[in-house]
């Protein structure tokens, strides 16, 4: 048994008995935290804001770590300033859903929506993820090469999915290291810098 800084135990929610990981590197004693420690709830009233707002809006608390997020709407509808058409709220904030590991949506009437997390992701996961996003960039690389190169529509077609594949996954990877922050091992910083550059990169194939 040993005895911790009662400031970084209450950081990462951690209590008298409970486990953590200790590991030594290069003669250092590493202690991380087991678990991770999500953010509880937030409210997000989308009222009269476009489709661009609302999407990246609950994908921002999504990454942020919130367990719950309760989205607020007055309008049956909301813009699609892209392609300059209306889009029906519900169906939007299903398809936002959809994109994200680990959220569903619990309850819902004609004026909000609840999304909630049901599943915990773990640090451990981050590596494991990590090396599935190299793997679909390399394939999707791969694909995206013989599409142009036999002017393959069907393929072409296809990478688009895959691109939200990547996407999700990429947004997936970012939760998990925001929440197993002082638990995921690297350096935080280094670790958001190549999953941004991986978004460039599918952005720049396709």
């Known amino acids: 048994m040993v005895s911790l800084p009662s400031q970084w135990a209450k950081e990462y929610g951690l209590k008298k008995g409970e486990e953590v990981d200790v590991e030594i590197e290069e003669g250092a004693l590493i202690i991380r935290s087991s678990g991770i420690k999500q953010r509880e709830a937030k409210v997000l009233d989308i009222t ?19 367990e719950e997020i309760k989205v607020i709407f007055k309008n049956r509808d909301v813009q699609n300033l892209k392609t300059n058409s209306v889009e029906r709220t519900e169906d939007v904030l299903q398809e936002i ?3 994200l590991i680990g959220y569903e949506i619990i309850e819902h009437n004609s004026t909000f929506i609840r ?5 915990l ?14 793997l679909l960039i390399q394939m999707y690389m791969e694909e995206s090469i013989q599409a142009y190169t036999k002017k393959d529509k069907d393929l072409l077609i296809n990478l688009t999915k895959r691109k939200e594949n990547i996407t999700r996954f990429i947004t997936y990877a970012t939760r998990v ?20 550059r991986m978004y460039d990169i599918v952005d720049i194939l396709w």
Not at 48 to 66: A, D, E, T, W
């Open 48 to 66: 009269g804001f476009p489709k661009r707002f609302v999407v990246k809006s609950i994908i921002g608390l999504y990454k942020h770590g919130y």
């Open 177 to 196: 290291l925001v929440l197993g922050k002082g638990v995921v091992k690297g350096e935080p910083l280094t670790l958001h810098s190549q999953l941004a």
């Open 121 to 134: 992701p773990s640090p451990n996961e981050f590596e494991n993820v990590m090396r599935r996003i190299f």
């Open 115 to 119: 999304i909630k997390s049901i599943a």
């Open 97 to 99: 859903v959809q994109g």
